[in-house]
């Protein structure tokens, strides 16, 4: 992390923390986590192509699928992220 370009914005209702990656880290971030101590701590995923179909393998088909039935997922791909919206296409 790049500390100097990190950001705390805390409001009534409402806390975000902005991140900025140290100047040779290169590539998106994949996960974070997050909790009040170590020993709790909870992990997110971002919204990514990978991830996406990550978790969507896990919940369609469990690891006692055929290699035929995993050929035959539907190809998913992340579009736009935005803070109101995630647009997905399904081939």
């Known amino acids: 992390l790049a500390s100097p370009e990190t950001s705390v914005s805390v409001s009534a209702h409402n806390a975000a ?3 900025a990656k140290a100047p040779g880290s290169t590539g998106p971030w994949e996960k974070f986590c997050f909790g009040l101590d170590a020993s709790a701590l909870q ?3 971002f919204v990514s192509e990978d991830n996406v ?3 969507l393998g896990t919940v369609l088909c469990p690891s006692f699928c055929s290699q035929s039935a995993l ?5 998913i791909e992340v579009l736009d992220v ?8 399904l081939k």
């Open 17 to 19: 923390i902005g991140l």
């Open 43 to 45: 992990e997110r995923l």
């Open 53 to 55: 179909d990550g978790f």
């Open 71 to 75: 050929e035959s997922q539907p190809l």
């Open 82 to 89: 935005t803070e109101d919206r995630i647009q997905i296409r």
